[in-house]
């Protein structure tokens, strides 16, 4: 290869872990993805588990093969940035995987020592969590989510024997990777803000740890925290003195390669996507957007589940939306992160359950084409029998609420649950295809619920820019302009949006972390984010006028689903008692 500057970045999903090497103009040379496993309890849906070892393992061959595959030498790789999904990794104080499934060798040394973002084990422990009404509350959209690390320390505490329990060093998963890799643990911004109760100005709050029953912590001056003193690393800073021994040799790199500070999975599908330039009509945007404009873009990262990032130059505090969280990517910033739980997981789960499912397999199969375009099919023939002008008008009379695994944000619910409305006695692929759309609009809806909640409180979001892999379903993509009437960019590869940020943090740590004060930092990394993200592609809004009247009354729908669901419950509690 021309190029003698290579940087790896490192995407460790809810089932995969993906590395990818890019050049210094952000190309991507090669890109390698293994799986990785999740345990699941038969007995307790709450519970997923993943292994830190097996992680590490995963790391390890991706690197090793994008190497071997793009032939490049180790001593070319000048910088090395991790991403992750928000999960609790646990260890010994000496970085042992120590165990985090109840039972009798909860604490001990053992493989499934990682609490998954989506476990829900620690209801109870929010719970406790959400009725102290600390300041800290107030970082998190007024309620802390079990979703969050604070509440499954809780519970570990709760459910480990003491002594084990002090023993213990508890990570977000991407603090954790760093740590693994250069055997420093100093802890990132994102991190310990965004999920571990370390608040602007003040940062841990003793009072609060006390309260809730983790008083050791505040005793042991926050060591199995990290975070000591105060002292975080903002987005790409280097951590340590880079690679280890150690590590270098397991990774196949270079002894002391700089590693930057990482970033929780989404915050990279921020930083690889919201610098774009887009093509309209393939006509590139001749404007360079600079870092003021980052305001007005919302960074959707759309997977498993989705993610809606927003930054601005103030505080705006938003209940039911986590956050403001203060310098998670820049210094001097402040980040909003709505969500929602289950998106794409939403979608598989449609159709995988549905009794016509095997037969679209089949379907797919005969006719050599993904089930999303059978279905597509399927829906423009049913439209053109029914005489409707619009997929909207088809299922206008079906509804589907999609909080089937509760609500993040703007209600921060955990107890929402799904429901669907206008159901048919039918069975077959029309009636799966239907669903399906019905789905699709149901994601978007609640995209749109979101923006609205976020611009009524102070922010200014006037386009959306995606990333992950629903990105890829247009259909999906259309809804999401025509919804929530503004523009959306796709990023250039939707699988690189993510790992090109993680690639963009390990550059930074290279250049040095952008030494100076805050605007300094600012400038610099948007410089190379700027550089190094790829145009993306323009969808604007093309609703007709009757589609857009439709798309109205099924959010007034969307938000009165919500209404009946809370009293409801209400009324089946005060009945049930």
């Known amino acids: 290869m021309s190029s003698s500057e290579y940087y790896i970045g490192v995407d460790v999903g809810t089932g995969s872990v993906r590395a990818s090497l890019l050049s210094k103009d952000g190309a991507v040379v090669a890109s390698s993805t293994q799986d990785t496993q999740t345990w699941r309890d038969d007995h307790d849906h709450r519970i997923f588990e993943q292994s830190t070892t097996d992680i590490w393992s995963a790391i390890s061959k991706t690197i090793r093969t994008c190497l071997a595959d793009a032939k490049i030498a180790a001593e070319s790789v000048k910088g090395v940035g991790f991403d992750a999904t928000c999960s609790l990794a646990v260890t010994d104080l000496a970085g042992e995987p120590v165990i985090v499934t109840k039972g009798n060798d909860i604490g001990l040394h053992g493989e499934r020592n990682i609490i998954l973002w989506a476990d829900h084990r620690a209801e109870k422990e929010a719970d406790l969590i959400n009725s102290t009404g600390s300041v800290v509350l107030d970082y998190v959209g007024g309620r802390m ?302 995209t749109r619920h979101i923006i609205a909640v976020l611009n009524s409180r102070g922010h200014s979001i006037s386009s959306i820019y995606m990333s992950g892999g629903q990105s890829r379903n247009l259909t999906l993509m259309q809804l999401f302009a025509d919804v929530c009437d503004m523009p959306v960019v796709l990023p250039q590869d939707h699988a690189a949006a993510v790992v090109r940020g993680a690639a963009i943090l390990g550059r930074f740590a290279a250049e040095g972390g952008g030494k100076g004060d805050q605007v300094d930092q600012a400038k610099a990394l948007w410089s190379v984010m700027v550089e190094m993200t790829p145009p993306g592609t323009l969808i604007v809004p093309s609703a007709s006028a009757k589609d857009r009247k439709l798309l109205n009354a099924k959010f007034k729908i969307f938000m009165e689903t919500i209404d009946i669901q809370r009293r409801w419950r209400v009324e089946m509690e005060e009945a049930a008692r």
Request: aromatic share 8%; hydrophobic share 35%; charged share 25%.
């Open 145 to 446: 989510s079990l979703e969050m690390e604070v509440p499954k320390i809780s519970w570990l505490k709760n459910n480990m024997p003491p002594k084990r329990f002090s023993q213990c060093q508890f990570f977000d998963l991407p603090d954790f990777l760093t740590y693994r890799a250069t055997k420093d643990s100093t802890r990132s911004c994102c991190s310990v803000t965004c999920k571990c109760s370390f608040v602007p100005k003040t940062g841990w709050h003793a009072d609060f740890f006390k309260q809730i029953g983790l008083g050791q912590l505040v005793v042991n001056e926050y060591v199995q925290m990290g975070a000591e003193n105060g002292k975080v690393l903002t987005a790409g800073m280097p951590v340590g003195t880079g690679l280890s021994k150690q590590a270098a040799e397991e990774l196949g790199l270079v002894e002391g390669t700089p590693v930057g500070s990482a970033l929780i999975d989404a915050y990279t599908g921020w930083l690889g996507t919201v610098a774009a330039r887009y093509k309209k009509d393939g006509v590139l945007q001749d404007d360079i957007p600079d870092l003021q404009e980052s305001q007005h873009r919302l960074a959707v990262i759309a997977g498993t589940s989705t993610c809606h990032i927003v930054q601005s130059p103030n505080s705006i505090f938003v209940e039911g939306v986590w956050g403001p969280y203060k310098d998670p990517v820049f210094r001097g910033w402040w980040m909003n992160e709505g969500g929602q739980s289950s998106t794409g997981q939403l979608i598989d789960f449609v159709l995988t359950t549905h009794p016509a499912y095997s037969k679209l397999e089949e379907l797919a199969k005969e006719k050599q084409k993904n089930e999303h375009e059978i279905l597509e099919d399927i829906l423009e023939q049913l439209r053109i029998e029914d005489c409707a002008s619009s997929r909207t008008e088809l299922t206008k009379d079906l509804h589907i609420y999609p909080d089937f695994h509760g609500n993040r944000s703007p209600i921060a619910d955990p107890r929402m649950r799904g429901s669907i409305t206008g159901l048919e006695l039918s069975s077959g692929l029309p009636d799966l295809a239907k669903k399906y759309s019905a789905a699709l609009e149901s994601i978007a809806l609640q």
